[in-house]
Nanobody
Framework: VQLQASGGGLVQPGGSLRLSCAAS????????IGWFRQAPGKEREGVSG????????WNADSVKGRFTISRDNAKNTVYLQMNSLQFEDTAVYYC???????????????????WGQGTQVTVSS
């Protein structure tokens, strides 16, 4: 299984970015894909996730109303549309994949078996 995260960059506060997580080597529909982020000196935290089979979504409270997760099954890709970006959103963003399906948000890194390499998002004026 390979995950390729991309789309990060430098953006001003209030700006937008769209991250992509392209998956290969797996049966896409069997997985939950989660986006996590890690700021310097902090633990990796769950941001958003989606069950590919059901479309069920979870979002961290800190990004609700600003970030939108979606999937394209034909491309084996999950997107994270990030709007109204804030300084506090600065971090390396990772996507993870798991075949575990549980009720509720899957925000624990231990739940995920596979990880992409990360993409840097910097919000700065």
């Amino acid at each position: 299984v390979q995950l390729q995260a991309s789309g990060g960059g430098l953006v001003q506060p209030g700006g937008s970015l769209r991250l992509s997580c392209a998956a290969s080597g797996l049966t896409f529909v069997d997985y939950v894909i989660g986006w996590f982020r890690q700021a310097p000196g902090k633990e990796r935290e769950g941001v958003s996730g989606i069950s590919i089979s059901t479309g069920n979504i979870w979002n961290a409270d800190s990004v609700k109303g600003r970030f939108t997760i979606s999937r394209d099954n034909a491309k084996n890709t999950v997107y994270l549309q990030m709007n109204s970006l804030q300084f506090e959103d600065t971090a390396v963003y990772y996507c993870g994949a798991t075949q575990r399906h549980v009720l509720g948000p899957m925000t624990r890194t231990d739940d995920y078996a596979y990880w992409g390499q990360g993409t840097q998002v910097t919000v700065s004026s």
